[in-house]
């Protein structure tokens, strides 16, 4: 149980493209999910926080209007990479948890991660 | 949250236990710890948790001590496959909607054959 997905798990485009990427929760309903971004050789950073149904919550120095982040439903979220630039290469990766209160419902569940190559 | 240390690197002989050391010597007292590992290129998978007891599942043991400043992580008889950089992290369930996890940077587990 508490599988997580994501689609694509490689995308190259050219710079000044959008790229979308869906994560999904295949076997729970998430109520809140995040999306990571890790460089290489260095930890997750958390960019946004999203609950099903209302807008994302981003971390400081995360531009909202250049990622965005939809959670329409309560087992998929999209991130959407717009105008990207050569510096958003990078391993983007969601996770979800069940939103409710207490330690095992507070568990977050990755999924593979998307990497993303700008050129 | 209450921040972690951990050794950068750690190896261990497969087959033999796997002991990772955390210390969380600010921990408060609704503070969870929480471990995670992320093997190479892909996402962060979920290990175990615990508040005070110490916790076994199918994948590790987590130790904590009695006045909760430190915890270890034992992989009973570690694979090649166990191989991945280990994240301890504690975080307070009571912070309302702030449910966000903060990375360090963890212990790179090498098992050797």
């Known amino acids: 149980g508490a599988v997580v997905s994501q689609h694509p798990s490689w995308v190259i485009c050219k710079s000044g493209t959008s790229v979308k990427i869906e994560c999904r929760s295949l076997?729970?309903?998430?109520?809140?999910m995040f999306w990571y971004r890790q460089f290489p050789k260095q930890s997750l950073m958390l960019m946004a926080t999203s609950n099903e149904g209302s807008k994302a919550t981003y971390e400081q120095g995360v531009e909202k209007d250049k990622f965005l982040i939809n959670h329409a439903s309560l087992t998929l979220s999209t991130l959407t990479v717009t105008s990207a630039h050569p510096e958003d290469s990078s391993f983007y990766i969601c996770s979800a948890t069940l939103g409710l209160a207490g330690a095992n419902q507070e568990t977050q569940y990755f999924g593979p991660g998307t990497r993303l190559l700008v050129l | 949250d209450a921040k972690t240390t951990q050794p950068t690197s750690m190896d261990c002989a497969e087959g033999r236990a796997a002991n990772l050391p955390c210390n969380h010597s600010t921990i408060s007292g609704n503070e969870y710890v929480y471990w995670y590992r992320q093997i190479h290129s892909q996402g962060p998978q979920y290990i175990i948790h615990g508040l005070k007891n110490n916790e076994t599942n199918e994948m590790a043991s987590l130790i904590i001590t009695e006045d909760r400043k430190s915890s270890t992580l034992i992989l009973p008889h570690a694979t090649l496959r166990d191989t991945a950089v280990y994240y301890c992290?504690?975080?307070?369930?009571?912070?309302?909607?702030?449910?966000?996890?903060?990375w360090g940077l963890g212990t790179s587990l090498a098992v050797n054959p």
């Open positions: 992290i504690v975080r307070d369930l009571n912070a309302g909607n702030n449910r966000k996890l903060i």
């Open positions: 076997d729970f309903q998430a109520t809140t």
